[in-house]
């Protein structure tokens, strides 16, 4: 039985995997909250003291550095130990990934309608891939083609400096600047950025929870955002989008990512009438001298948001 597991600052999902036909089939899965639990020990202890299966193999995604299959996360008080999971679980090995290079690797075990369309582009499969996912923080990860396989890379890029490449873009920069010591991509893409970017366009609205940091308005704002209950919510919505949409382009660059912009993590799935409109791809193309190169770069939502935990699966399974 394969133990895959998918550890992020807002939730930890755990799974049993089988492998049926060729296949992994998932056998049982529980979700824990990071911050209510005091370490990845504690929620495998309880989680198959519950299942009570034997473990073969086991792998988890991260979201932070892995060095020396060690991993202190990056949005919780986690430090994560390969080899101390390795002792408790009485195996000789249990591999660590960033969170972004497992759901890379699960990319490789997704059915098609796991994926929505955002931007069909001009197919280039044997072409490096890149891969952006917005949630409780950023992650961004690239598939290398190798010739003959795709092979990923992790990378901490949502921690580089944010860019912003019109007026509003840089009046935003400014004003998280005078609030914030560090203006990363992830101080607006992720969950906690609809807020500041609210914050920014009008500070005179409000929303229960503004004033109590302990408290998640992303779910508020992105909810009025799509009704149009609040004209504000509406334009931190589009606003974020476009941002999104400009920092995926910008990996895309980097990556030369001819083989396809993968959008995961669990915002994208929330707001995907947003993400569908047209506003996510133009900013992607929006960039010097490479709109036509960029506009046939396929975009596609993972939809299935068990996908890195899929691919902790897959990496444990074939031991790589």
Not at 131 to 141: R, S
């Amino acid at each position: 039985m394969i133990l895959a597991g998918d550890l992020g600052g807002t939730k930890s999902n755990l799974g049993l995997f089988d492998v049926q036909q060729g296949k992994l089939v998932k056998i049982a899965h529980q979700r824990y909250s990071s911050r209510n639990h005091s370490g990845l020990q504690e929620i495998v202890t309880d989680f198959l003291g519950i299942s009570g299966a034997t473990v073969t193999a086991a792998s988890f995604g991260v979201a932070g550095p892995v060095v020396n299959n060690r991993v202190h996360a990056t949005n919780f008080p986690w430090v994560v130990d390969g080899g101390a999971m390795a002792s408790h679980l009485k195996l000789n090995r249990v591999r660590l990934l960033n969170d972004l290079e497992a759901t890379a690797y699960g990319l490789g075990v997704l059915d098609p309608k796991d994926l929505e369309v955002v931007h069909p582009g001009v197919a280039a499969p044997q072409s490096n891939r890149a891969i952006i996912a917005a949630g409780t923080g950023l992650g961004e990860a690239v598939l290398v083609w190798d010739g003959k396989q795709h092979i990923p890379l992790a990378t901490e890029a949502g921690h580089s400096d944010f860019a912003p490449n019109t007026n509003q873009h840089a009046d935003l920069w400014k004003f998280i600047g005078a609030r914030e010591e560090f203006v990363s991509a992830e101080s607006i893409l992720s969950g906690s950025g609809f807020q500041r970017v609210h914050e920014f366009l009008n500070p005179s609205v409000r929303h229960p929870g503004f004033d109590d940091r302990s408290i998640d308005t992303a779910p508020e704002i992105t909810a009025q955002g799509l009704s149009g209950k609040c004209a504000v919510c509406v334009e931190t919505l589009n606003l974020w989008v476009e941002i999104y949409g400009s920092e995926a382009g910008n990996l895309a660059m980097r990556a030369v990512a001819r083989g396809g912009i993968y959008v995961a993590g669990g915002i994208a799935v929330k707001i995907l009438p947003k993400m569908m409109d047209g506003r996510f791809a133009a900013a992607v193309k929006r960039k010097e001298k490479l709109g036509i190169f960029l506009e046939q770069i396929s975009i596609q939502v993972v939809l299935n948001e068990d996908c890195p935990l899929m691919g902790a699966a897959f990496v444990a399974w074939k031991d790589l």
